[in-house]
């Protein structure tokens, strides 16, 4: 475990084969699942990690990702996953990009997440300048993946998977993890395009919590030059839980 300029964060790992899917390819999911641990790692060597947060009535909340993939990573692989917090966007968003580099320091991928910052009891958004007893440091300089993380608009989905946020969908937030929204869109896209097709990129807005038992409806609409898009809509209160694009190679 290595430090980026005494801010970020470098995590030397191999992929284990039972993160990978039937062609050997470390999953979407697994992807999100190593960047959002090594986020949470490195937000306790800064001082703000979860306990710190907590005691402060605090909590992150991944609110955007996105991905973009140059080569599938697999399984027995050693890789180089990087990443630091970059800076502030909107008077809102926590930015963190993510770099990972293959056994020759070769790029794979590059990412970048806009995080929130909620108050446990109060349930509301708490912006960088209203945050009590913490400093955050960042790399405004350093940059993984210089695109934008807006919003998604989709239209004409249809229906193709229902979810139910069970026991092992859940986290320790209580509400159903971010990795298990992607396993659910890779389920939803067609099983050929998945298993044959390569992914570009992804970016997935995550938007209202889902909770325990409540259903998701997952639903999807293919749109011009490979790419897809995906929405949740949470059949317990109707609201949208999150909408994804996801892009192919031709």
């Keep these: 475990m290595n ?8 995590l030397i790992e191999k992929v284990a084969n039972n993160e990978c899917d039937l062609r050997g390819r470390l999953t979407v999911a697994n992807v999100f699942k ?25 909590y992150w909340v991944l609110s955007r990702m996105k991905i973009r993939f140059f080569r599938p990573a697999f399984g027995g692989e050693k890789l180089y ?13 926590f930015i963190r990009d993510f770099e990972v580099l293959d ?10 997440s806009a995080w929130l910052v909620i108050h446990a009891t109060e349930r509301r958004l708490m912006p960088p300048t209203q945050l009590p007893d913490i400093q955050l440091p960042v790399l405004e300089n350093h ?18 998977l229902t979810v139910k946020a069970n026991y092992s969908n859940l986290d320790l937030l ?14 939803a896209l067609p099983y050929e395009l998945m298993t044959e097709g390569q992914m570009e990129w992804i ?6 919590e889902v909770r325990p038992q409540e259903q998701l409806s997952v639903r999807v609409a293919p749109e011009p030059d490979n790419l897809w898009g995906i929405e949740g809509l949470n059949l317990s209160n109707n609201q949208p839980a999150f909408s994804a694009h996801v892009k192919f190679a031709a």
Aim: aromatic share 8%; no cysteine; charged share 25%.
């Design 3 to 10: 430090r980026i300029d005494g801010i970020g964060l470098e």
């Design 34 to 58: 190593k960047m959002t641990e090594i986020a949470g790692i490195n937000a306790e060597q800064l001082g703000f990690g979860f306990q710190k947060m907590l005691d402060l009535k605090l």
């Design 81 to 93: 996953w990087r990443s630091w917090p970059k800076g502030f966007q909107q008077k809102l968003f």
């Design 103 to 112: 056994e020759n320091r070769q790029q794979i991928m590059l990412a970048s």
């Design 143 to 160: 940059i993984a993946l210089d695109e934008p993380l807006n919003k998604i608009s989709v239209s004409n989905t249809k229906e193709t």
């Design 174 to 187: 209580g509400h159903m993890n971010n990795a298990r929204y992607v396993e659910a869109i890779s389920d």
């Design 203 to 208: 970016q997935v807005n995550f938007d209202k």
